[in-house]
């Protein structure tokens, strides 16, 4: 039995997963996509992918059908809950989070024991495994490197922090005992700020205050943020997001210095975000009604991301500025999602 060399992607139903199908499937010379989640794929991508798998990373043997019937050249691990959602069930997010993770690590090394060298493992990691512990030292760090302030306060941060020192361990140490060298993974981590869609809303983020902001502009609602105006955090649109994904997933194992990287475009208060929503969408309502405990997890995250070991090891650059963000690709692919759709 042949088995078909693919790449597999998990939460490909999220919105990092819309948007890696549809680069990954324009590229040319693109191997097959195995598209892996708990939902349905939306219609619109299903033609996209080669095969479109409903499913839970937690159950091990349907991982062991697609370690039987696939080559797997490179795992996209995006499914996970995110870092609002965590928080009304940490053990459950922990299992998905972490668990989950580990299900697959485990399933990428024994395709690279199949293959007989190590499979490259692409893991998206967040801001949220920062932690700042107040005000005062967020706005005298400004931009923090990958190594300062790992202290998160959430479910979901502690789980990505740690699924970035897993990534390590089964790169560099998996099985460290064994009478021969075990091969491990090869693992890949972008840290990435809030994202923000032109066609999705993310679900259960804390970030969410955003894109939430922006989508009820352009259908005519109102909107209250959950957070104060003083509020600022980096973000990145969508396009840049999976940019830094597959940059990062070509570039030479070599050329790599270290495992995780962070990447950023540009950031805004809570209170210019809107601004430059009202300047697209002039009349938007938009009003500031903070939550204090999702405000102290956002008051957790660093106002920017130093991004220069991306730059240097693999070429790092966004192409989308704040300006770019809204004018060329936020408000004219919004506007017509919308219009698709009839969702007003
Ligand atoms: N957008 C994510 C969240 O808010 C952060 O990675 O949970």
Same mark, same amino acid.
């Given at each position: 039995? $042949?088995?078909?060399?693919?790449?597999?992607?998990?939460? +490909?139903?999220? *919105?990092?997963?819309?948007?890696? $199908? *549809? +680069?990954?499937? +324009?590229?040319?010379?693109?191997?097959? $996509?195995? +598209?892996?989640?708990?939902?349905?794929?939306e219609r619109p991508l299903r033609h996209l992918v080669k095969r479109t798998i409903i499913g839970d990373i937690l159950n091990t043997e349907l991982l062991e059908s697609l370690d039987t019937e696939f080559e797997i050249d490179t795992i996209y691990h995006l499914a996970a809950l995110l870092s609002t959602s965590s928080e009304f069930n940490p053990e459950g997010a922990h299992r998905v989070n972490v668990q989950g993770t580990i299900n697959l690590l485990k399933l990428t090394v024994d395709q690279g024991v199949m293959r007989g060298a190590p499979v490259k493992f692409m893991y998206a990691s967040s801001i949220a495994s920062y932690g700042v512990p107040d005000l005062e030292t967020k706005e005298a760090a400004g931009s923090v490197t990958e190594d300062q302030y790992l202290n998160p306060v959430t479910m979901y941060g502690c789980n990505k922090l740690y699924c970035e020192h897993l990534g390590r361990y089964y790169a560099e140490r998996y099985r460290q005992l064994a009478a021969s060298k075990a091969i491990g993974v090869d693992f890949r981590c972008v840290r990435f700020p809030g994202l923000i869609s032109a066609m999705t809303v993310p679900t259960g983020g804390t970030s969410d205050y955003a894109p939430e902001m922006l989508h009820a502009a352009a259908q005519g609602k109102p909107y209250a943020s959950f957070v104060r105006k003083d509020t600022t955090i980096p973000f990145m649109v969508m396009p840049d997001a999976i940019k830094a994904l597959i940059t990062l997933a070509q570039a030479p194992r070599e050329k790599l210095s270290r495992y995780v990287y962070n990447v950023t475009s540009f950031s805004r208060s809570a209170e210019e975000f809107a601004k430059m929503v009202q300047s697209s969408f002039p009349g938007a309502q938009i009003t500031f009604d903070p939550s204090d405990a999702r405000q102290s997890i956002v008051d957790s995250w660093p106002a920017g991301l130093d991004d220069s070991a991306a730059r240097q090891d693999w070429a790092w650059s966004p192409d989308y500025d704040a300006d770019r963000a809204f004018h060329d690709y936020l408000a004219p692919t919004i506007v017509e999602r919308y219009r698709e759709t009839g969702e007003h």
């Open positions: 039995m $042949i088995r078909e060399r693919v790449i597999l992607i998990t939460g +490909a139903n999220g *919105e990092v997963g819309h948007g890696l $199908i *549809e +680069a990954l499937s +324009a590229m040319p010379d693109q191997l097959p $996509i195995v +598209a892996l989640d708990i939902k349905r794929l």
